[in-house]
C-alpha cells in the first residue's frame, strides 16, 4: 500500500502562483506512475497532469495552456506541481494519484489509478 498526503494549496489571487506538493510513503516512489487530478464542486474529478517513473516524459491537460509544471523527486519521494497564473476557473480541490500501471494507458484515467491522497483546496481570487 502507497500513502499519499499533499500539501500546499491555499488562497491566492487571480495571476498568482502555487506549488503543491504530494508525499509519498509505503512503497519507493520510483515505480509509481504519478499525477494530478482536480475536482470542483459539482463535476468529476478532471485531469491535470502526470509523470513517468523516471520523469522522463510528462503530460498535461490541453486547458492548461502550459501554466502548470509537474515534477517529481524519487530520492525525496516527492511530485510536484508548480501551477502559474492562476485563474478562478482553476479553484478546485487537487489530489494527488498514483499507479503501477504502463504509463501510456494509464496517467490520464483516473480509473486507473491505485492511490489518492486527501487533496488539497485551491481557491483562486478574482
Known amino acids: 500500500q502507497a500513502q499519499l498526503a499533499e500539501s500546499g494549496g491555499g488562497l491566492v489571487q487571480a495571476g498568482g502562483s502555487l506549488r503543491l506538493s504530494c508525499a509519498a510513503s509505503?512503497?519507493?516512489?520510483?515505480?509509481?506512475?504519478m499525477g494530478w487530478f482536480r475536482q470542483a464542486p459539482g463535476k468529476e474529478r478532471e485531469f491535470v497532469a502526470a509523470?513517468?517513473?523516471?520523469?522522463?516524459?510528462?503530460d498535461y491537460a490541453d486547458s492548461l495552456n502550459g501554466r502548470f509544471t509537474i515534477s517529481r523527486d524519487n530520492a525525496e519521494n516527492t511530485v510536484y506541481l508548480a501551477m502559474n497564473s492562476l485563474k478562478p476557473e482553476d479553484t478546485a480541490v487537487y489530489y494527488c494519484?498514483?499507479?503501477?500501471?504502463?504509463?501510456?494507458?494509464?496517467?490520464?484515467?483516473?480509473?486507473?489509478?491505485?492511490?489518492w491522497g486527501q487533496g488539497t483546496q485551491v481557491t483562486v481570487s478574482s
Open positions: 494519484g498514483a499507479n503501477t500501471g504502463r504509463y501510456s494507458e494509464s496517467y490520464y484515467n483516473t480509473a486507473k489509478y491505485d492511490y
Open positions: 509505503g512503497r519507493p516512489m520510483s515505480t509509481l506512475v
Open positions: 509523470i513517468s517513473w523516471s520523469g522522463g516524459r510528462t
